[in-house]
């Protein structure tokens, strides 16, 4: 998704190198709605298209009315000048239950959407390979498999990996044995269920789930890790709860997953 949102933006810039006419905005702060309506009604520099970046369009339901005001307003949908663009880690059942009329419009025939499903088997094998060559790194199926094993699909995971991995070869070849010393395995959901039946002082259920951690295999001290790790993220996000931060607010201020965050 990032990947993608790049792409575009490079391409932009490639071909309106002046710079002035691209904005971005984060509509999780109410502040910037009336900047984005600022740049959608102001002249644009050297006649070049205008490109508005948006993030969290539809972090609450008054921002999005709002923004569904200006595309109407301006005949967004139809006008050749301007681009809005947003990028949502959201499905389109979670969209449009956060607002149905903002999803229609950024959806309608007369814009561009691209949907990226999460990488499985082949096609996320080849994406790894291509993420370690164009770092300079060769690397083998065999070895492939083995990180895809460890950290699984989620790719904000494997890219850390690969960077880490081609930093510590330095543009050689990675082998096993790096994957191995330096890959850091994912969460099992396991022990999500236990760190649950911690806090809710389900006894039976957290002795339980951890013999079975400990049965196949696990270190001890991950599984410690992992319970500190859970209650210090249950802290921070109770501790913003408190204070009357916005979901949104807390994935931004803590740099949690949004998964995690809920």
């Known amino acids: 998704l990032k990947q993608a949102k790049s792409d575009i933006i490079n391409r932009y810039k490639t071909k309106h190198s002046s710079g002035m006419n691209l904005f971005y905005f984060d509509l999780s702060e109410t502040n910037n709605l009336d900047n984005l309506e600022d740049a959608i009604r102001s002249t644009s520099f050297f006649n070049e298209h205008k490109l508005l970046v948006c993030k969290n369009l539809f972090s609450n339901k008054a921002t999005a009315s709002t923004l569904v ?25 979670e969209l449009i239950f956060k607002h149905k009329e903002l999803f229609k419009l950024l959806s309608d025939k007369s814009g561009v959407v691209k949907n990226i499903e999460d990488l499985e088997g082949a096609k996320l094998s080849e994406w790894t390979r291509n993420e370690f060559q164009s770092r300079g790194c060769l690397i083998d199926d065999n070895v492939i498999k083995n990180l895809i094993n460890i950290v ?47 806090g809710a002082r389900n006894n039976k259920k957290a002795f339980e789930l951890l013999f079975r951690e400990l049965k196949t295999g ?24 408190k204070r009357n931060h916005s979901e949104s607010e807390v994935v931004k201020k803590t740099k949690l997953h949004p998964f995690v965050v809920k």
């Open 152 to 198: 699984g699909n989620d790719s904000w995971a494997l890219i850390n990996e690969i960077e880490k991995l081609c930093n510590h070869s330095k543009g050689g070849k990675i082998n096993i044995t790096d994957v191995n010393l330096l890959a850091v395995p994912r969460v099992s959901l396991s022990i999500f269920d236990l760190i649950d039946a911690i």
């Open 218 to 241: 696990r270190d001890p001290y991950y599984i410690l890790t992992m319970i500190v790790y859970q209650f210090r993220n249950l802290l921070m996000v109770k501790d913003m709860q």
């Open 69 to 93: 005001e200006y595309i109407n307003k301006y005949g967004l949908s139809n006008g050749p000048d301007i681009t809005i663009m947003t990028t949502e880690n959201l499905s389109e059942k």
